[in-house]
């Protein structure tokens, strides 16, 4: 029995190549995202050239299987890529998690083989992808989307409004759910692939955010937009299941963005209490702040814990629904706690721009927001351990 439980890593101990892969994308993170994340944050845009330095690195294809010209990696891969890139900027984080752990997710698990042949590939050096499910008067419901999809010659006429789409602005594809038969109710939802450009698609107004600025929320608006029926994932009537089934684990990844979110903000209060100086001393050298940094220490690991636990039962197909909401909420309220204390400990200069933390606070009040509420995970969790 021993000799199984020692086979048996530890939750935090990575292979030798998550190591490497880990290591090089934060290491691009510090060098190329770093010097541009003020700006970025200031102007509410992403930069151009950044977006092209992703494609290369592999960072927008992590999971896409080589044989479709993407990186061939896991889907832990994908974790630790959003964790080290959150570390440095979250609206990057955000970005590449939407692209990886929703877009791409769904084209290879739901896509037909010409689906898959028509945009991985693309995925691999310039292409951005959308996943478009909430509306002005769904969000929490999901399902009471009121976007219609009505059958149209060889395909489907979509019309309706989307709200609150992440890479709205960089995407040239669109995951987009609307409901093919509203008597049915759930069962009617349907997922479709739109391309930018597609007549009756318009980008909507981009959203000006408390946080997460440089990544774009906007708006889509259909209207009379036709797309042929190749242009389906999944089946029809059965979108609701490619939402649900995407999003347990697209969840796993906004852990890893507040998991990096934290660690971020912990990295720069051991910096700043080392330097800082009062009362003839460094104040690392004061045991309240040595308490508060351990605090932040302590919630940083446990949140590692539950997101690495997640994603590694996620490769190893095992149940991961309630772990996945636990990472979520646990994550996102470490988020907003470690870069709360992380300002507390920065004293004045935490409260203004010209230091980094102001902003990680402001980034971490999403993460309890989208793909699913703190209330909507409390949800699942309660039913999972009730089971009602
Ligand atoms: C920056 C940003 C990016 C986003 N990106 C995307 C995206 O790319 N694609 C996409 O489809 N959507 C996206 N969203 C939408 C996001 O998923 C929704 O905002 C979120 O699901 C909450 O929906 P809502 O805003 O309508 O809030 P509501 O559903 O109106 O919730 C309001 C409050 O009521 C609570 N509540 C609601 N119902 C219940 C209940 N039954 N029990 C207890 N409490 C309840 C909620 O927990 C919340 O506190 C994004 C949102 C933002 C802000």
Not at 65 to 82: D, I, M, N, R
Not at 222 to 236: A, N, T
């Amino acid at each position: 029995m021993s000799q199984t439980i020692a086979a048996m890593p530890a939750l935090t101990r990575l292979a030798e190549d998550e190591v490497i892969f880990r290591d090089s994308v934060y290491e691009f993170a510090d060098k190329e995202i770093r010097p541009l994340t003020r700006e970025m944050d200031e102007h509410a845009k992403f930069n151009p050239d950044l977006l092209k330095k992703l494609f290369e690195m592999g960072l927008l294809s992590v999971e896409v299987p080589e044989s479709y010209g993407g990186a061939g990696g896991t889907f832990f891969h994908s974790v630790l890529a959003v964790e080290s890139l959150s570390r440095v900027d979250p609206s990057v984080g955000v970005l590449v998690d939407v692209q990886n752990t929703l877009v791409i997710n769904a084209v290879m698990r739901w896509g037909t083989e010409d689906l898959k042949r028509k945009y991985l590939p693309k995925f691999a050096t310039s292409m951005i992808g959308a996943y478009c499910l909430s509306e002005a008067g769904s969000g929490s419901d999901a399902f009471a989307l009121a976007t219609r999809a009505v059958e149209k010659g060889d395909g489907y006429s979509i019309t309706g409004r989307k709200l609150w789409i992440t890479n709205g602005n960089e995407a040239d594809m669109f995951i987009v759910f609307a409901n093919v038969n509203p008597d049915a109710g759930y069962r009617g939802i349907t997922a479709f692939i739109v391309d930018r450009g597609t007549p009756g698609f318009t980008v909507g107004k981009k959203e000006d955010k408390l946080g997460i600025r440089a990544s774009s929320t906007c708006e889509l608006l259909f209207e009379d937009c036709v797309v042929p029926k190749s242009q389906i994932l999944g089946e029809v009537g059965k979108g609701y299941k490619v939402a649900i089934e995407t999003l347990n684990e697209g969840r796993i990844g906004i852990g890893a963005q507040m998991l990096g979110l934290a660690q971020g903000a912990l990295d720069h209060t051991i910096a700043y209490v080392k330097e800082r100086k009062q009362f003839g001393k460094a104040i690392a050298d004061f045991q309240g702040v040595q308490f508060q940094i351990a605090r932040m220490a302590l919630d940083v690991e446990t949140t590692r814990l539950l997101v690495y636990n997640s994603a590694r039962l996620r490769d190893a197909g095992q149940p991961f629904l309630t772990e996945a909401a636990m990472c979520k909420i646990h994550s996102s309220e470490v988020a907003e706690r470690v870069a709360s204390m992380a300002i507390n400990l920065y004293g004045g200069n935490g409260f203004v721009k010209e230091y980094p933390v102001e902003k990680l606070y402001r980034d971490a009040k999403i993460g309890q927001i989208y793909e699913g509420t703190s209330n909507m995970q409390l949800g699942t969790i309660a039913k999972a351990i009730l089971g009602n």
